[in-house]
Nanobody
Framework: VQLQASGGGLVQAGGFLRLSCAASGRTFSTYAMGWFRQAPGKEREFVATISWTGGSTYYATSVKGRFTISRDNAKNTVYLQMHSLKPEDTAVYYC?????????????WGQGTLVTVSS
């Protein structure tokens, strides 16, 4: 599975962005999908995950209630809608494909898309 993330950019605090991650291959629906992020000088951290059919989701405490993960298996795409963005959300965001849920142990990673939130 090859993953291509997009949709990052510069946004003011309180703003909105939607990230997309397009997957190649016909096995997309056999993977749970996740989003991670890595801020400058920090380790990569988990953000959200969604089950194979999209019927179940799980979020990091820091984003719960502000971010929404979803997927469209017909389009081989997973999304991350980010509302009420904060400067501390600034990071490179990575999508990942993992075979288990809710345990997140990615097999594949996308290349990352930069989100910058200005105060």
């Amino acid at each position: 599975v090859q993953l291509q993330a997009s949709g990052g950019g510069l946004v003011q605090a309180g703003g909105f962005l939607r990230l997309s991650c397009a997957a190649s291959g016909r096995t997309f629906s056999t993977y749970a999908m996740g989003w991670f992020r890595q801020a400058p000088g920090k380790e990569r951290e988990f953000v959200a995950t969604i089950s194979w059919t999209g019927g179940s989701t799980y979020y990091a405490t820091s984003v719960k209630g502000r971010f929404t993960i979803s997927r469209d298996n017909a389009k081989n795409t997973v999304y991350l809608q980010m509302h009420s963005l904060k400067p501390e959300d600034t990071a490179v965001y990575y999508c990942a494909a993992h075979p288990t849920y809710p345990t997140v142990a990615p097999d594949y990673w996308g290349q990352g898309t930069l989100v910058t939130v200005s105060s």
